[in-house]
């Protein structure tokens, strides 16, 4: 491989250029205020009575101007050092340092949104969203590493107050203040003293398990936690080897999901309100809810109709709560009959729900008045769809229960075949991604982070010194990375995404035991600043273009979810790549075009996000 631009030539082009002489700053400064002066001075026509409004408007001009000369002078030095195209980007205000798009409930209900829809995702009614750099809190600090990151957070990188989380009434609550900087969640086995892993016991020997270590040979990989709290219980199953998805809704401050990402947990925005989740059916083996505060007896059970769609045959539904009333009970009770479910078990607050491994059922004449999906209705590209009262009975193969899957997390042949995937095709995916991995771990260090000193306290000597502990694969296709970084040890999970209109292997991804959710790339991610340490996409740029999408866009998402000193990998067509290298510059991104010897055509583009910005 060849590296295209010289680093150090790279690094003058956007940090060297002389200064604008002063005279033209001047000249910028005086011009606003003869323009001000002679907007006060205008005070002809109608206006002439209407002295406050004057002034707010050549106040707002004056503001205006300001802004403008601002600009201008960035520009006029990016001219002085021969490029007219780095004009580099703005930082948002403070108020965005937890900015996430698509949930302003205030646009919400002005664009007509009610009866609690105006809480929901709604990126149609995004409008003229903000080309600036969502920056971090002033006292942010970078994450610990795992393990003990995963227990500790600081303070100031999450938005939540010390009485939000002492007044919390969650069953998986445990926090307490170490310091006043410092958050612990106390998840070694000594320590834990809210009952998370007495629940999860619990829940295993309702299902008819000896201890939640068996959950794993019971067919139960994938966990979707509802309502999470802070994570505590999907962190204890993460040390179980199961994937368990945080799923919470959008919050100001004291997010569930931001919490849990915080710590290096799975976590994702979403909510049981009007529209489907981003994921098809059969997605989970179990889903879990543990005072999760979603109202199940509302809009005639179809919330509970939606769990059932995303719940694998023979998959669990885990609901505990002292907020269970006997009338709310009834009404689940009355509903599990027509969406064919079993209580198995109850223990105080605890109750578990199996859904049926016989699809008959929903066909049969027991199966009550809830009728059955048309086949649109039962698309497994679903994407943010509103939520159909119907009961989703796939005809496809991959109705399998959770009970007969092989011991073996390796996908089989029988299984790609399910799938409608080729055998070469789905390995070529698997030997290019391990390929890759190793090739990023060798190019990190040397091309970006060589200036990186080793940072005390750290036990692993091999590049990168900074840990990884979670991974974007922004357009994931059969999960050949997520594969890769399991095969090579590493303890970092990965949030698979399938660009809503590419070839829809989401359900190839689930099946294989991992998480991944759909996503349109035309959109904002819905997840939190800050709460990735690397993102990776192959393609993804030039896939984009197809669709008529903004790279400017996408890149500052990007921007937007990864964290200072993460780090970006970009695999695509040296068109893409090259105009995706002019915005890294304006971002402020370290970066390095990488020539790949065994493809012309193909280019790497390896960056990383700064933790310091002026």
């Known amino acids: 491989m060849d590296v295209r631009i010289p680093w150090w030539l790279y690094k003058l082009q956007i940090f060297s250029g002389h200064r604008p002489p002063r005279n033209w700053l001047l000249l910028c400064v005086v011009s606003v205020f003869v323009l001000v ?308 078990g109850r223990q105080e607050e605890t109750f578990v729900w199996q859904k049926t491994i016989d699809p008959q059922c929903y066909l049969s004449s027991t199966q009550g008045v809830i009728p059955v999906c048309r086949e649109e209705q039962e698309d497994t590209h679903s994407y943010y769809q509103p939520l159909a009262s119907c009961v989703a009975v796939t005809a496809s193969e991959r109705w399998v229960p959770v009970q007969n899957k092989s011991s073996d997390s390796h996908i089989t042949p029988a299984e790609l075949e399910i799938h409608g995937v080729q055998q070469d095709e789905f390995y070529e995916d698997f030997e290019s991604s391990k390929s890759a991995l190793r090739n990023y771990w060798s190019l990190l260090t040397p091309l970006i982070f060589s200036d990186h000193p080793k940072r005390p306290g750290d036990e692993d000597p091999l590049p990168p010194y900074n840990m990884i502990r979670n991974v974007m694969d922004m357009n994931a296709r059969f999960g050949g990375l997520n594969s890769a970084f399991l095969e090579a040890g590493k303890s970092a999970w990965v949030m698979n995404v399938v660009p809503f209109k590419a070839r829809n292997t989401i359900p190839l991804i689930l099946d294989q035991g991992f998480i991944g959710v759909l996503h349109d790339w035309c959109e904002p991610f819905p997840t939190y600043p800050r709460t990735y340490d690397m993102l990776h996409a192959n393609g993804l740029l030039s896939h984009l273009i197809s669709e008529g999408c903004s790279i400017t866009n996408l890149l500052l998402e990007m921007d937007r979810i990864l964290r200072p000193e993460g780090w970006v990998v970009l695999s695509d067509k040296l068109g893409p790549i090259e105009d995706a290298r002019v915005i890294t510059t304006q971002i402020r991104w370290e970066a390095r075009v990488i020539d790949l010897e065994n493809d012309s055509d193909q280019r790497l583009l390896v960056c990383q996000k700064p933790f310091v910005r002026k």
């Open 37 to 344: 002066a002679l907007l006060s001075s205008s005070s002809s026509g109608p206006f002439n009575t209407q002295t406050t409004s004057v002034t707010r408007e050549v106040y707002t001009n004056y503001r205006r101007l300001k802004e403008h000369t601002a600009s201008d002078y960035i520009e006029l030095k990016s001219f002085s050092s021969g490029n007219n195209d780095l004009k580099g980007f703005r930082f948002c205000g403070k108020e965005r340092e937890d900015y996430v798009p698509c949930y302003n409930v205030s646009a919400n209900v002005l664009a007509g949104y009610k009866d609690g829809e105006e809480f929901d995702r709604h990126c149609e009614v995004l409008q003229d969203q903000p080309y600036c750099l969502v920056r971090p809190p002033r006292d942010y600090k970078t994450p610990l590493s795992w393990p003990v990151g995963r227990d500790v957070i600081w303070n100031a990188n999450v938005k939540i107050s010390k009485d939000q989380f002492l007044s919390s009434g969650s069953m998986t609550k445990r926090l307490m203040l170490l310091e006043e900087n410092q958050i612990s969640f106390h998840s070694d086995d000594e320590l834990i003293f809210d009952g998370v892993k007495d629940h999860s016991r619990q829940v295993a020997e309702m299902i008819g398990l000896g201890s939640d270590a068996e959950f794993w040979q019971a067919g139960v990989r994938t966990v979707l936690d509802i309502g999470c709290g802070f994570g505590s219980f999907g962190a204890h199953l993460l040390s179980l080897k199961l994937m368990a998805v945080c799923m919470a809704a959008y919050e100001l401050t004291g997010s569930q999901v931001q919490l849990s990402l915080e710590r290096g947990l799975p976590a994702i925005i979403g909510n049981f309100i009007s529209r489907k989740l981003p994921f098809p059916s059969l997605s989970y083996d179990m889903i879990h809810c543990a005072q999760c505060g979603v109202s199940w007896d509302q809009k005639d059970g179809m919330f509970l109709i939606e769990v059932n769609r995303i719940l694998k045959p023979g998959g669990y539904f885990v609901l505990h709560g002292t907020s269970i009333s006997t009338e709310k009970g009834r009404l689940i009770e009355e509903l599990k009959h027509k969406i064919c479910w079993t209580l198995i």
